[in-house]
């Protein structure tokens, strides 16, 4: 009763066939039900679908601004902070990062500031890196005014001022900024030492200031004194990579400038006609707010768009001029770069790392004088990114879209990162216990071409994604100056292969050029009387591809040089030594 319950087996093709044989029957073979096949759409839609399970995490732990919330939740990104856990992509401060916070990044993660950038975000670091390189390069940091870091240098900054009176020589005008202060806050101008002692007496106990010479002949718009917000995107520090935005922010003071007296120094200058901090102004009665984005030419904020085009207006070349900007910003960060390469090769010290795991928007603050040369005055780690106006809304809104594009996070870099982890554990679990030299070798050629091509996919994505970031960094003359370094130091190093028929430029290699012949395999060189083969049996070939006329011919030997021995000095008894009286 079982066996009769049971369903009957599944017959294959074949025994159906032979049973129906047998029974005298028909053979009908069955059709086979066919798999419907998914769409294209429908099989793409599931993909996507699978790919955008995990998104793309921003931390915003210790960012304060609604702005970088904003344009994040605009990419499709995830807000998170420390409390939730979650292993996040980008993380985004206001602060300056500790070298022990880089070195717990995993590789997928990024953090948008670099170690060590307080050598140029801060007034007194500044101040001391670009006068160093004044005194190497002054031509070149010629932008930076004259500056000095006290109270270290404050015996040098004496000497500017009379020992008598304390009066400055050339009735020069100085401005002294705290390090650590913003917005404006604690900046005193001076002409006299009294003055300078005074400024130095607020400072609190262990804090220092820097003291430079005011611009004194500066560019002005309407008799305003302004400043420009010139934003610049660091995306990595070895190599260095640096992308200009095109836009930025004209800041104009509310007073018209007048040229600082004496008597209005000594009596306390009116602040909003010398300084152009948006914080000192926006509370002046004569501020005038910019309340739409057509209107860029309007109001005490305006853009740099505007300002290239008022300039052209002037008869003056934007284009220039927004070259020699371009150039500040590199000089200003070519000072430091070694430091900051030094710095995050030591808290990131993976071979396979390319330089990407950190990003850093600055604000550089640049002024001009009247002959169009610009000014370095401060340089921000963490520009404000507030948007109480549509103009700036507009300006960083767009601003913040492309960067978050340029940074290149994607919700599968954590995924490869775990199988690039795996492969890596597996070749060394299988790999010689005692590496040769060839294998490590290999390894190093095999990562150097992984990170090139890394390297160029990435080159070719910025020129896809950046609109308007524009890169200054590596600039042509330095790819150029690159290339010529590589190509001398081959030349050094005796890998160029010129023409085989060329006569020898060096002693001791037969067959002229590097000692190479036959395609490499068979030159031979002489060293000190030895001769090492060049490969499998192209040495004795070696003369044979080359023309006897175009062979050069053995040096002829140095004559050998003979040098007599030296007499042994002769001893004269002591009668000769006197002759007739006197001393011989």
Same mark, same amino acid.
């Not at 507009?394 to 340029?406: F, H, P």
């Not at 590496?435 to 990562?447: C, D, F, T, V």
């Not at 003979?562 to 004269?572: D, F, W």
């Given at each position: 009763?079982?066996?009769?319950?049971?369903?009957?087996?599944?017959?294959?093709?074949?025994?159906?066939? #032979? +049973?129906?044989?047998?029974?005298?029957?028909?053979?009908?073979?069955?059709?086979?039900?066919?798999?419907?096949?998914?769409?294209?759409?429908?099989?793409?839609?599931?993909?996507?679908?699978?790919?955008?399970?995990?998104?793309?995490?921003?931390?915003?732990?210790?960012?304060?601004?609604?702005?970088?919330? $904003?344009?994040?939740?605009?990419?499709?990104?995830?807000?998170?902070?420390?409390?939730?856990?979650?292993?996040?992509?980008?993380?985004?401060?206001?602060?300056? @990062?500790?070298?022990?916070?880089?070195? #717990?990044?995993?590789?997928?993660?990024?953090?948008?500031?670099?170690?060590? /950038?307080?050598?140029?975000?801060?007034?007194?670091?500044?101040? %001391?890196? /670009?006068?160093?390189?004044?005194?190497?390069?002054?031509?070149?940091?010629?932008?930076?005014?004259?500056?000095?870091?006290?109270?270290?240098?404050?015996?040098?900054?004496?000497?500017?001022?009379?020992?008598?009176?304390?009066?400055?020589?050339?009735?020069?005008?100085?401005?002294?900024?705290?390090?650590?202060?913003?917005?404006?806050?604690?900046?005193?101008?001076?002409?006299?030492?009294?003055?300078?002692?005074?400024?130095?007496?607020?400072?609190?106990?262990?804090?220092?200031? !820097?003291?430079?010479?005011? !611009?004194?002949?500066?560019?002005?718009? $309407?008799?305003?004194?302004?400043?420009?917000?010139?934003?610049?995107?660091?995306?990595?520090?070895?190599?260095?990579?640096?992308?200009?935005?095109?836009?930025?922010?004209?800041?104009?003071?509310?007073? %018209?400038?007048?040229?600082?007296?004496?008597?209005? @120094?000594?009596?306390?200058?009116?602040?909003?006609?010398?300084?152009?901090?948006?914080?000192?102004?926006?509370?002046h009665e004569a501020f005038e707010f910019n309340d739409s984005v057509e209107a860029s030419g309007v109001g005490n904020k305006r853009t740099i768009r505007w300002f290239r =085009?008022?300039?052209?207006?002037?008869?003056?070349?934007?284009?220039?001029?927004?070259?020699?900007?371009?150039?500040? @910003?590199?000089?200003?960060?070519?000072?430091?770069?070694?430091?900051?390469?030094?710095?995050?090769?030591?808290?990131?010290?993976?071979?396979?790392?390319?330089?990407?795991?950190?990003?850093?928007?600055?604000?550089?603050?640049?002024?001009?004088?009247?002959?169009?040369?610009?000014?370095?005055?401060?340089?921000?780690?963490?520009?404000?990114?507030?948007?109480?106006?549509?103009?700036?809304?507009?300006?960083?809104?767009?601003?913040?879209?492309?960067?978050?594009?340029?940074?290149?996070?994607?919700?599968?870099?954590?995924?490869?990162?775990?199988?690039?982890?795996?492969?890596?554990?597996?070749?060394?679990?299988?790999? =010689?216990?005692?590496?040769?030299?060839?294998?490590?070798?290999?390894?190093?050629?095999?990562?150097?071409?992984? &990170?090139?091509? +890394?390297?160029?996919?990435?080159?070719?994505?910025?020129?896809?994604?950046?609109?308007?970031?524009?890169?200054? /960094?590596?600039?042509?003359?330095?790819?150029?100056?690159?290339?010529?370094?590589?190509?001398?130091?081959?030349?050094?190093?005796?890998?160029?292969?010129?023409?085989?028929?060329?006569?020898?430029?060096?002693?001791g290699v037969v067959g002229g050029g590097a000692g190479c012949v036959g395609e490499g395999k068979g030159g031979e060189r002489m060293n000190g009387g030895r001769i090492d083969?060049?490969?499998?049996?192209?040495?004795?070939?070696? #003369?044979?591809?080359?023309?006897?006329?175009?062979? &050069?011919?053995?040096?002829?030997?140095?004559? #050998?040089?003979?040098?007599?021995?030296?007499?042994?000095?002769?001893?004269?008894?002591?009668?000769?030594?006197?002759?007739?009286?006197?001393?011989?």
């Open positions: 009763k079982a066996a009769a319950a049971s369903p009957p087996p599944q017959l294959s093709a074949a025994a159906r066939k #032979r +049973r129906a044989k047998e029974a005298g029957e028909e053979y009908t073979p069955t059709k086979k039900k066919k798999k419907k096949k998914k769409s294209s759409s429908s099989s793409s839609s599931s993909k996507s679908k699978r790919k955008n399970t995990t998104p793309i995490y921003i931390n915003l732990e210790q960012c304060k601004y609604q702005s970088v919330a $904003d344009c994040a939740e605009g990419q499709g990104w995830a807000l998170c902070e420390d409390d939730d856990g979650l292993d996040w992509n980008v993380y985004w401060t206001d602060t300056s @990062v500790s070298a022990q916070r880089v070195m #717990r990044l995993a590789k997928h993660q990024k953090i948008n500031h670099f170690p060590g /950038m307080r050598a140029i975000t801060h007034k007194v670091p500044l101040a %001391k890196n /670009m006068m160093r390189m004044v005194r190497a390069f002054p031509a070149e940091y010629a932008h930076v005014p004259k500056s000095w870091a006290l109270p270290t240098e404050q015996k040098l900054f004496r000497k500017k001022f009379s020992t008598k009176t304390g009066q400055a020589f050339s009735k020069k005008t100085y401005i002294l900024k705290p390090d650590h202060a913003c917005q404006g806050k604690g900046i005193v101008m001076c002409r006299t030492w009294d003055q300078v002692n005074a400024a130095l007496a607020g400072v609190g106990p262990g804090e220092t200031m !820097v003291a430079q010479e005011y !611009v004194t002949d500066p560019l002005l718009i $309407d008799g305003h004194k302004f400043d420009l917000r010139v934003y610049a995107l660091v995306l990595s520090v070895d190599p260095l990579r640096i992308m200009l935005y095109d836009d930025g922010l004209v800041r104009i003071c509310a007073v %018209k400038y007048k040229n600082p007296t004496a008597k209005a @120094v000594r009596e306390g200058i009116d602040r909003t006609a010398h300084l152009t901090n948006y914080a000192v102004n926006k509370r =085009s008022w300039l052209e207006e002037k008869g003056h070349d934007s284009v220039a001029a927004w070259t020699r900007v371009a150039d500040l @910003v590199n000089r200003t960060l070519l000072a430091i770069q070694p430091q900051l390469q030094h710095t995050y090769r030591t808290v990131i010290p993976d071979p396979e790392d390319v330089g990407f795991s950190c990003f850093e928007l600055l604000g550089f603050d640049v002024m001009f004088r009247k002959d169009l040369s610009p000014v370095l005055v401060e340089v921000n780690h963490s520009p404000s990114l507030t948007c109480d106006t549509p103009l700036d809304r507009d300006v960083k809104y767009g601003l913040l879209s492309e960067i978050m594009k340029l940074v290149k996070v994607s919700s599968g870099d954590r995924r490869r990162e775990q199988a690039r982890t795996a492969a890596g554990a597996q070749s060394r679990l299988y790999a =010689s216990s005692r590496p040769n030299a060839e294998s490590s070798e290999r390894e190093h050629i095999l990562r150097d071409n992984a &990170a090139a091509t +890394r390297l160029r996919k990435r080159r070719s994505y910025e020129q896809r994604v950046s609109k308007n970031f524009h890169l200054i /960094m590596p600039t042509d003359e330095a790819v150029a100056w690159a290339a010529r370094k590589e190509m001398a130091w081959a030349a050094s190093k005796e890998m160029a292969f010129p023409d085989p028929t060329a006569p020898s430029t060096s002693p083969g060049g490969g499998d049996g192209g040495s004795k070939h070696a #003369r044979a591809l080359v023309p006897p006329e175009a062979q &050069a011919p053995a040096p002829a030997p140095a004559p #050998r040089v003979v040098r007599k021995k030296k007499a042994p000095p002769q001893i004269l008894p002591d009668a000769s030594i006197l002759t007739d009286g006197g001393a011989k």
